[in-house]
């Protein structure tokens, strides 16, 4: 006699392959976060459940637009989409296929294309941006109203919206419990590939009037950047070489990943972004060198809590979307009153502009603006710095890395952000403030990422590099350093700015305790 079955059978019946119950003559995969033809859920389901496959992406004007108002014309995260796009309409064309370019709003590009080429369904894969669950809630509608379809998988994420929940049946959140439970539920099945090649034959030729050139930079509203000189490599094919040799130090990551002189980060989350390697491809590898032991295992599991923080990240978006609107994950803290507006304008000019005065902090900002990049540990840093030395409110820190970095991902940057102002779930508690000297001593002790973005510096003793203003005025001499002139004196002082900081929070926190009283 068979008893009832137990928690994990029931976990791995709630995830099932996708059924689809009908087969389509002609079907669009609409490519938007997924730039590959590897391991991808929607071009799968639409080669398995079509006879004919056409695949589209689209420039969409929503998204481009209000880059362009923000006077983002040199934007790399646009020039690597291109630059993605050739290698994976040349793999389409090698397979049967190709790649149909568009130019215009989704919303409308979409439902046009599907009724030009009379298809009967579009599959996608899953997208968790308020923004972006709007546009395919229109497409939608639209496609129904012509008797289409629209379907869409899971994709960029192992795990989704309700996928893990804690024992009482609600969202996590706090991130510890979230990850224990994301490891005791994934199973094989979570991280196996996509099958793609034994359907190929399905896709396609794109139809003469969508052949020739990609659009340029330049036909799109945009001017080229540095993406070429900072060598980071784009396409499915740069994505797996900087996987590879990766794969050669995971070992080392959970030692090395918080120095951002060396070599520590595996640099593919710009390809996580948008897709050219499949997030199962990196979890599986991850998840099995942890579980095989050896010298790769410690590291190995470092680096697979970062990607589970990723999937953290998008449950909370999709649970908590106010979040996307600006306001803080505990509401309470939308009531913190800022440094007066013309003293935060001020701050936060310099902070933007590398002209703090704490070396860490300005090099890291030199980084961001000079590649698009910055590395973990100092975006934490950076942005404990805006908040909690200088006063300034969140949203503009988040704003501008939303701007700048190659990897921009609402989701976590939003949660990042909120986890340094000590607003957000599982933050960091309000009475914790790096010292951004301190992190510089600990993480970049020979000054060896501050010499490469402030040479200005480079001549100081590894002991003064982290504060010079504390250097004696015959060793600045030696160096060739005017503070004030060469390099500016710090903007604030960090034990002052704590007291602040710690005074403006404590407001809020009595405040809400006393409405908790009454």
Known sequence: MSGSPSPEAE????????????????????LRRDLRTDDNAALHYALKHCRQVWCVFVFDREILAPLLAR?????????FILRSLEPLRRALEDSGGGLIVLDGTARQAIPRLAAELEVEAVFANHDYEPAANDRDEAVRRTLAADSRVLLTFKDQVIFERDE???????????????????????????????????????????????????????????TATNLAGIAMPTGSDGAHALFDEFLSRIGDYGRRRDFPAVRGPSYLSVHLRFGTISI??????????MLRG????????????????????????HHHPRVAEGKSFHAEYDALRWIAPATGDR????????????????????????SGYMHNRLRMVTASFLVKDLGVDWRRGEQYFADQL??????????GWQWAASTGCDAQPYFRIFNPVTQSENFDPQGQFIRKYLPMLAALPDR????????????????????????????VQHDVARKETLERYGVVKEKTLRNRDV
């Open 11 to 30: 976990a791995d019946a709630a995830r099932l392959p996708y059924r689809i119950d009908r087969n389509f003559t002609r079907g669009l995969v609409w």
């Open 71 to 79: 006077g983002l014309h040199a934007d790399r995260r646009v020039e």
């Open 164 to 222: 893990i929940l804690t024992g009482q049946g609600r969202p996590f959140s706090v991130f510890t419990p979230y990850k224990n439970a994301w490891l005791r539920t994934v199973r094989p099945f979570d991280l196996r590939p996509y099958p793609i090649g034994k359907h190929l034959e399905a896709l396609a030729p794109v139809p003469q009037r969508y052949r020739g050139q990609l659009p340029t930079l330049a036909d799109l509203g945009f």
């Open 280 to 289: 199962r491809t990196l979890a599986r590898a991850a998840h099995d060198a």
């Open 294 to 317: 050896g010298a790769a295992s410690e590291g190995a599991g470092v680096w697979l809590s970062e990607l589970i923080w990723r999937d953290f990240y998008f449950m909370i978006l």
């Open 347 to 370: 701050h936060f000019a310099a902070w933007c502009d590398a002209q703090t005065g704490y070396p860490l902090i300005d090099a890291a900002m030199l980084q961001i603006r000079q």
């Open 406 to 415: 190659n990897d921009f991902d609402l989701a976590a940057n939003n949660g």
């Open 464 to 491: 003064y590099i982290h504060a010079p203003w504390t250097a004696p005025d015959e060793v600045l001499r030696a160096a060739g350093v005017t503070l004030g002139k060469d390099y500016p004196r710090p903007i």
